[in-house]
């Protein structure tokens, strides 16, 4: 069994930044990708940012330039750094991650339980 564990969600006013962690644990043979969604009271959960094993890496168009993505390999850990947060940031942040439990696994995607993270204005 794998677990996600997210941390670094809170309270922030606009202009100031968060950094989100999220850390896997379990049976885990290899890792393709984690990443951060989030989701606002009354919108669809949407993709913030990606990023692969060999750290290439996605974003979303309203997060570019502002939002940094990391990920340790060594620790099955992915960071998002955010910066100059707005209020539409507003939500909660979901760590994501697609990987195989053992090498003969199929893929298997797993979630967090969320970080709620509000920027005030």
């Known amino acids: 069994q794998v677990q996600l564990v997210e941390s670094g969600g809170g309270l922030v006013q606009a202009g100031g930044s968060l950094r989100l962690s999220c850390t896997a644990s379990?049976?885990?043979?290899?890792?393709?990708?984690m990443g951060w969604y989030r989701q606002a009271p009354g919108n669809q959960r949407e993709l913030v940012s990606i990023i692969t094993s060999g750290g290439n890496t996605n974003y979303a168009d309203s997060v570019k330039g502002r939002f940094t993505i990391s990920r340790d390999n060594a620790e099955n850990t992915v960071y998002l750094q955010m910066n100059n947060l707005k209020p539409e940031d507003t939500a909660t942040y979901y760590c994501?991650?697609?990987?195989?439990?053992?090498?003969?696994?199929?893929?298997?995607?797993?979630w967090g339980q969320g970080a709620l993270v509000t920027v005030s204005s």
């Open positions: 994501n991650a697609v990987l195989r439990s053992r090498w003969f696994s199929p893929l298997l995607e797993v």
């Open positions: 379990g049976t885990i043979s290899s890792i393709n990708s």
